[in-house]
Nanobody
Framework: QGQLVESGGGLVQSGGSLTLSCAASGFNLHYYLFAWFRQAPGKEREVISCFSSSDGSTYYADSVKGRFTISRDNNKNMVYLRMNNLKPDDTAVYYC?????????????????WGQGTQVTVSS
């Protein structure tokens, strides 16, 4: 059974940085695209970054573009989200997700594997 486990969340001051990690196991990562979602209190879960194709193409939501970077290490079965210049509006639970798909970002309603989530809190 496939599993995703996030780590790296925490409390950081505005302008600070964090790197989230997602350890994948139990399935062949080669056939899956990965995404990072987040959900703030009272809001819907939204995709903020993903691999949109097996060729390595990436997508970033406008709210994080230029500040966040998604990456993956297939040898280590890891996916990362580097977050720079964090803002209080970035406060949310962040989720790693994987879908067996190609040519588009993973979608929340068709995700095959979800991580348990990791809390990121940015203080002003």
């Amino acid at each position: 059974q496939g599993q995703l486990v996030e780590s790296g969340g925490g409390l950081v001051q505005s302008g600070g940085s964090l790197t989230l990690s997602c350890a994948a196991s139990g399935f062949n990562l080669h056939y899956y695209l990965f995404a990072w979602f987040r959900q703030a209190p009272g809001k819907e879960r939204e995709v903020i970054s993903c691999f949109s194709s097996s060729d390595g193409s990436t997508y970033y939501a406008d709210s994080v573009k230029g500040r966040f970077t998604i990456s993956r290490d297939n040898n280590k079965n890891m996916v990362y989200l580097r977050m720079n210049n964090l803002k209080p509006d970035d406060t949310a639970v962040y989720y790693c997700a994987a879908e067996r798909v190609d040519g588009r970002c993973p979608r929340a309603d068709t995700i095959d594997y979800w991580g348990q989530g990791t809390q990121v809190t940015v203080s002003s």
